[in-house]
Structure formats: C-alpha cells, structure tokens
C-alpha cells in the first residue's frame, strides 16, 4: 500500500491550500481493509500532531481543535483518495503534513501506512 501526497506549497497569511491524498495499493471505503485516512503534521522542533480524520463514506471526521472552522476533510472512495482543503492558513500552520491510512478498531483510528509528506509553508 503506498500513500502519495500533493498540493503542499508557499501561501501567505490567510490564504488556501489543498492538499490531496491517493491510496494505491488497496481500497479507501467504510467496508474495506483501508477505513480511515488522516493527516498529520510536523512543524520544526514539534511532535507530529493529528490534524484530521475521515472514515470511508464520510460519516464521521473530526479535526484538532486549532484546526476547526478552517479545515476541511474529504473522501472520493471511488478515487481512493482524501483531501484537506486549508483555509485562512497561518504562519503556525507551517508544517511537513503526512498522510495516514488505516483502520478502526475498537472506535479508534490505527494508522498503518504513511505518505512521504508534503511542505505547507505559510508567510506572515
């Protein structure tokens, strides 16, 4: 299973980003071995940190609180694929973000496969 990111880049403040996921390898879906994707990132100096998390279908996501109101996580099952639309990005938002890939078990998300990583960098 392999995991490829894209869209990161330069913006300024206040500016927007999309940032897309695709999953090859397996199936992105609520009833395959692959139920769950999310992004995380890594600023300099700083533990990685959950972002977002979508279940196949779309029914549940769940963002960090910092996050909320400005980012958005979707799912194109049919495309194997997952997006982060950033918006009102901030110079904190700099980051490496990863993309993850896994399933639920007992309620939680267990991420078993990551992207390499794509540079968000936001100018103030």
């Known amino acids: 299973v392999q995991l490829v990111e894209s869209g990161g880049g330069l913006v300024q403040t206040g500016g927007s980003l999309r940032l897309s996921c695709v999953v090859s390898?397996?199936?992105?879906?609520?009833?395959?071995?692959?139920?769950?994707m999310g992004w995380y990132r890594q600023a300099p100096g700083k533990q990685r940190e959950l972002v977002a998390v979508i279940t196949g279908g779309g029914r549940i996501r769940d963002y960090a609180g910092n996050v909320k109101g400005r980012f958005t996580i979707s799912g194109a099952d049919a495309e194997n694929t997952a997006y982060l639309q950033m918006n009102n990005l901030k110079p904190e938002d700099t980051a490496v973000y990863y993309c993850a890939a896994g399933t639920l078990r007992s309620g939680s998300p267990k991420f078993d496969y990551w992207g390499l990583g794509t540079q968000v960098t936001v100018s103030s």
């Open positions: 390898g397996s199936t992105f879906s609520s009833t395959f071995r692959i139920n769950v």
